[in-house]
């Protein structure tokens, strides 16, 4: 099976500009959440989407959307990009594994870079 | 909130020593997964535990769940170079996962 796939892989924007990354989980995973990873915050939870509806959510301004697709394909957008914006962003997606309950597998991550 | 406490945060040894990296929380979890992370890459699942006390090992790595759920360790034995990277912890509670603070690990040559 392929892996979770992310695209682009590196971007730079500047200031004030919005974004929008893709991810495309495992095959018959349905549920995608994404992560905002920096070196100072460690992964810190965006949100879960799960047949097209956002399930969970993490503490993160309105700036931070996201939605998913039929096919589990899911983006997330960025609005009015900040400096603090800077980080790689994750996107894993899950199915229960019956014994095991849910387990992530992670994308290779978008590198967001605002100047 | 940061739910998911890791010791040591940053460690650096030789090729051939042992280490054990903790996981810590007040919170039980249903599941606990370990991951290894290099720079600039997605972070790739090692382990999951689900059972309060369970030990599973991946050849060199051992890999603990607490009697209680709410913690866990990862042993190392006879590291190598090749085990250099970032280790995350992450307690999961249905399908939302906390991420502990992770450990960098270096294992020198």
């Known amino acids: 099976k392929a892996g979770v796939t992310q695209t682009p892989r590196y971007l730079i924007k500047t200031r004030g500009q919005q974004v929008t990354l893709s991810c495309s989980p495992i095959?018959?995973?349905?549920?995608v959440s994404w992560y905002q990873q920096t070196p100072g915050q460690g992964l810190q939870f965006l949100f879960e989407?799960?047949?097209?509806?956002?399930?969970n959510k993490g503490n993160f301004p309105g700036r931070f959307s996201g939605r998913q697709f039929s096919n589990s394909r899911s983006e997330m957008n960025v609005s009015t990009l900040e400096l603090g914006d800077s980080a790689l962003y994750l996107c894993a997606s899950s199915s229960n594994r019956g014994g095991v309950g849910y387990e992530q597998y992670f994308g290779p991550g978008t590198r967001l870079t605002v100047t | 909130t940061q739910l998911l406490e890791q010791s040591p945060q940053f460690l650096s040894i030789q090729e051939g020593e042992n280490l054990t990296v903790y996981c810590n929380s007040s919170s039980v979890f249903s599941s606990l997964q370990w991951y290894r992370q290099e720079p600039g890459e997605g972070p790739v699942l090692l382990v999951t535990?689900?059972?309060?006390?369970e030990v599973k090992k991946l050849k060199r790595l051992t890999f603990q769940f607490g009697d209680a759920r709410k913690d866990s360790s990862l042993h190392i034995t006879a590291a190598q170079p090749g085990d250099t990277g970032l280790y995350l912890c992450a307690g999961g509670q249905g399908t939302q996962f906390y991420f502990g603070t992770g450990t960098s690990l270096t294992v020198i040559p």
């Open positions: 989407y799960f047949s097209e509806t956002q399930r």
């Open positions: 535990v689900v059972t309060g006390g």
């Open positions: 095959s018959g995973h349905r549920s």
